[in-house]
C-alpha cells in the first residue's frame, strides 16, 4: 500500500467496471474498498463481519431482510451505513453511485451466502467480468 495520500476521486477514474470494488488502502486487517455500483446487486449476508458502506457519489439503496420484517434504507452522498453481520441484504444505485466500503481483508463481494450471481460476476471473487 501507498504511504502517501489517496485521492478516491483519481481511483474512481481508473476504472468502469461495476460491482467491482477495488482495494485502494488496508488498515490492519482491513480493506478499504471503492466501487462504482449501478442498478441491482445479489442478496447475500456476511455471517461473521459487518458492512460499512460510505456513499461517495450519488445515491444508494440498500434493502435489509431482519428478523423484524423487510425494509430499505436510503444513503445520499455522504451517509453511512453498517450492515449487521448475518443480515441479509441487496444494494441497489437505480441512477448509480460510487461507494467507500470497510471489511475484512478476503471479504466476498456476493458475501458467504447469496441468491444467484449473475453471468457477468465473478461467483469466487463477487467481482464483475466486465472489467
Known sequence: MSNEPILLGKALASFDALWSPRIVTRVNDYDVRIAKVAGEHVWHAHDDTDEFFLVIEGELHI????????????????AVFTVPRGIEHKPYAPSGAAILMFEPSGTLSVGDRH?????HVDATTGHSLDS
Request: net charge negative; glycine share 10%.
Open 63 to 78: 434493502s435489509l431482510r431482519e428478523p423484524e420484517g423487510e425494509r430499505t434504507v436510503l444513503l445520499p452522498q455522504g
Open 115 to 119: 441468491d444467484e450471481v449473475p453471468d
